[in-house]
């Protein structure tokens, strides 16, 4: 179909799941609105200075930074010789997204065994590997690493959430929503630096930018999220 029909369709699903959300889901349950201004405002203030949750938003930025800008570029590569990928199977590509129904439950498993802080650590350094496996001059390789990073970014971000869960106390919402900020921002500026990268060096070159991102995201992990026997104490 033409993109205009596509993005037609794609509208009517995003209408289709603002009804499910609508009808479906349940009501929220122990949620007290903070209609004072000046209340939300120090609740603001303080879930910026809170270390737990620079460190979670440090870390959402660059997962997301990592997923986006391999996601967009790695289209730019397939595209190019010697793959010649056509749009379709471009966005047959996609289809490792798919991996998320099953990892992100079992993830929810391996959390509370493993410790958020020592999930976080090997899910990125898992995600790392898989953008550097994209590397490999087969399709095969290239779509077993986006695979691999794929799962890493989904087991990252919900034991990110699981952290944030445990480590703030009060303002949950709105410490969800500063969190969502900064991951999202994370991927604006994966798929603008990671246009500057692949302009400059190609996949090699938008390869190692990712990698450095994902790098910085595992030390921060590693430096700030700390244990909850360190945090204790």
Do not use: E, K
């Given at each position: 179909?033409?993109?205009?029909?596509?993005?037609?369709?794609?509208?009517?699903?995003?209408?289709?799941?603002?009804?499910?959300?609508?009808?479906?889901?349940?009501?929220?349950?122990?949620?007290?609105?903070?209609?004072?201004?000046?209340?939300?405002l120090?609740?603001?203030?303080?879930?910026?200075?809170?270390?737990?949750?620079?460190?979670?938003g440090?870390?959402?930025?660059?997962?997301?930074?990592?997923?986006?800008?391999?996601?967009?570029?790695v289209?730019?590569?397939?595209?190019?010789?010697?793959?010649?990928?056509?749009?379709?199977?471009?966005a047959?590509?996609?289809?490792?997204y798919?991996?998320?129904?099953?990892?992100?439950?079992?993830?929810?498993?391996?959390?509370?065994?493993?410790?958020?802080?020592?999930?976080?650590?090997?899910?990125?350094g898992?995600?790392?590997?898989?953008?550097?496996?994209?590397?490999?001059?087969?399709?095969?390789?290239?779509?077993?690493?986006?695979?691999?990073?794929?799962?890493?970014?989904?087991?990252?971000?919900?034991?990110?959430?699981?952290?944030?869960?445990?480590?703030?106390?009060?303002?949950?919402?709105l410490a969800?929503?500063?969190?969502?900020?900064?991951?999202?921002?994370g991927?604006?500026?994966?798929?603008?630096?990671?246009?500057?990268?692949?302009?400059?060096?190609?996949?090699?070159?938008?390869?190692?930018?990712?990698?450095?991102?994902?790098?910085?995201?595992?030390?921060?992990?590693?430096?700030?999220?700390?244990?909850?026997?360190?945090?204790r104490?």
């Amino acid at each position: 179909m033409s993109w205009r029909a596509a993005f037609g369709v794609m509208a009517l699903l995003n209408v289709a799941g603002g009804v499910l959300v609508w009808r479906v889901l349940p009501a929220s349950r122990h949620f007290v609105a903070d209609r004072r201004v000046a209340s939300t405002l120090a609740t603001l203030m303080a879930l910026l200075r809170h270390p737990a949750l620079q460190a979670a938003g440090a870390l959402g930025f660059t997962a997301l930074f990592a997923q986006v800008g391999m996601f967009t570029f790695v289209n730019f590569h397939l595209a190019a010789a010697p793959y010649h990928f056509s749009p379709a199977a471009l966005a047959n590509v996609f289809g490792v997204y798919l991996i998320g129904v099953v990892v992100t439950p079992l993830a929810g498993r391996w959390i509370p065994r493993l410790g958020a802080r020592r999930t976080i650590l090997l899910s990125v350094g898992l995600a790392g590997l898989g953008v550097l496996v994209t590397l490999l001059p087969s399709v095969a390789g290239i779509v077993t690493g986006l695979a691999l990073a794929s799962c890493g970014t989904f087991i990252t971000q919900s034991a990110t959430l699981s952290y944030i869960a445990y480590r703030i106390d009060h303002g949950r919402s709105l410490a969800s929503g500063l969190y969502y900020t900064a991951y999202y921002a994370g991927g604006f500026c994966g798929a603008w630096v990671g246009g500057v990268a692949y302009a400059h060096g190609g996949w090699a070159g938008t390869v190692a930018l990712l990698v450095a991102t994902q790098a910085l995201g595992w030390w921060v992990a590693w430096r700030f999220m700390a244990a909850p026997a360190a945090a204790r104490a």
